[in-house]
């Protein structure tokens, strides 16, 4: 009979298994023990890497938003009225749109008229239909369609309704002497404030633009495809308020320089009129 195992064999089996355990894995080092170039990695990169875990990046900051482009701007930026007053104002600013009539369109005739007040409202503003047949519109520049002629009105009663509007009156404009040409119309020359004509607008002698002046004087961008006689009027009459006060005073100063002068002509031909060696006859 075989031999039994002695009893301290069981005891001992129970304490092998308490160290047959998995003991628990030591918390790993960090990545300088695990990897050694990880030092010389990590300084070479910038100060602001953040290689951590996802969760733990700080959120990335947004784009830097770039200003738009000032040409862009200023084509977003209309002339608008300064007040709700429609009342007709000591000064009103006009302008016209033509069409081509006559041989080849090379005439010019009136086909519509804007009046706007010194707030920039419209006071007037009405299609016309010419004398004579129409050849050309002109559309790429006045805006003017065969659709408008069907409400258009007749010429005599567009020129009888602006030569009542503007009688005594400043008129405001930009090259008016073609407006009141094509309107069979004269105006003051003392009541006349022309954007095209004042001195201290041109440059090198020369007259500028209505387009260029907005754009240096209002900082707008008008007449970019179509012309729009309510947006020219406006330019033309912000662009005069704007220096009403220098233009004035330059026509008060000119006006009293010519007075002068021709004072001093009339003397100077008076004096020269009398001979002081004929005798007077004495009645």
């Known amino acids: 009979m075989a031999a039994e195992r002695p009893s301290s064999v069981a005891p001992a089996t129970a304490a092998n298994r308490r160290t047959l355990k ?29 290689l951590g875990k996802r969760k733990q990046r700080p959120a990335p900051s947004p784009p830097p938003q770039l200003s738009p482009d000032p040409e862009e701007a200023e084509l977003t930026i209309k002339l608008e009225p300064t007040s709700d007053d429609t009342s007709l104002t000591k000064a009103l600013a006009l302008d016209c749109e033509m069409v081509g009539v006559g041989a080849g369109g090379s005439k010019s005739a009136l086909a519509r008229v804007t009046l706007v007040n010194s707030f920039g409202n419209v006071v007037y503003d009405e299609y016309v239909r010419p004398m004579e047949r129409i050849v050309d519109y002109r559309t790429h520049i006045s805006g003017i369609r065969p659709k408008h002629m069907n409400k258009a009105k007749d010429f005599s009663i567009v020129q009888k309704d602006v030569a009542e509007l503007i009688t005594g009156r400043v008129l405001v404009g930009h090259a008016l002497h073609h407006d009141l040409k094509v309107l069979l119309l004269g105006h003051p020359k003392k009541d006349i404030r022309d954007t095209s ?25 008008i007449q970019q495809k179509e012309h729009c006689p309510i947006e020219d009027a406006r330019a033309a009459m912000f662009i005069y308020k704007k220096h009403k006060k220098g233009w004035e005073k330059n026509r008060k100063d000119q006006f009293r320089f010519k007075n002068k002068k021709v004072k001093k002509r009339g003397s100077k031909k008076s004096s ?9 006859v004495l009645l």
Not at 25 to 47: D, E, M, T, Y
């Open 272 to 280: 020269e009129g009398k001979d002081l060696n004929v005798p007077t």
């Open 22 to 50: 998995r003991k628990p894995k030591a918390k790993s080092a960090g990545p300088s023990a695990l990897n050694p170039n990880w030092a010389q990695l990590q300084s070479k990169l910038p100060a602001s890497t953040f």
């Open 197 to 221: 004509e004042y001195e201290f607008f041109r440059r090198e002698g020369k007259r500028r633009s209505l387009k260029d002046l907005a754009s240096q004087e209002l900082c707008v961008k």
